[in-house]
Nanobody, 123 residues
């Protein structure tokens, strides 16, 4: 069992920044990711980071968001810059413990999920 606990969400004005954190109950270097879901929209992959720190991003956040991990602290981060109203969503941390390299944004490959943290961007 892996427990994931997110924090760092909140309300921010357009153009602002937030940093999300996700603390895992274990420090095994498996794939981890951030997903988000806005009201009335599909669940969307945001960014992934592999055990070797290889990263991938959704086109909608490239150049604005940075995913990183601190294995010594069992913590995953998402630095979000230049936020806009389209980024308003519940953000979820996820772990794919069967993978070292990430299986893209295939939801079923991620077997552990956090409870989510809300991000609201006002224009």
């Amino acid at each position: 069992q892996v427990q994931l606990v997110e924090s760092g969400g909140g309300s921010v004005q357009a153009g602002g920044s937030l940093r999300l954190s996700c603390v895992a109950s274990t420090n095994n270097p498996f794939c981890m990711a951030w997903f988000r879901q806005a009201p009335g929209k599909e669940h969307e992959g945001v960014a992934t980071i592999a055990g070797n720190a290889g990263r991938s991003y959704a086109d909608s956040v490239k150049g604005r968001f940075i995913i990183s991990r601190d294995n010594a602290k069992n913590t995953l981060y998402l630095q979000m810059n230049s936020l806009n109203s389209e980024d308003t969503a519940m953000y979820y941390c996820a772990a794919a413990t069967a993978y070292w390299s990430c299986p893209g944004f295939v939801r079923d490959s991620y077997n552990y999920w956090g409870q989510g943290t809300q991000v609201t961007v006002s224009s």
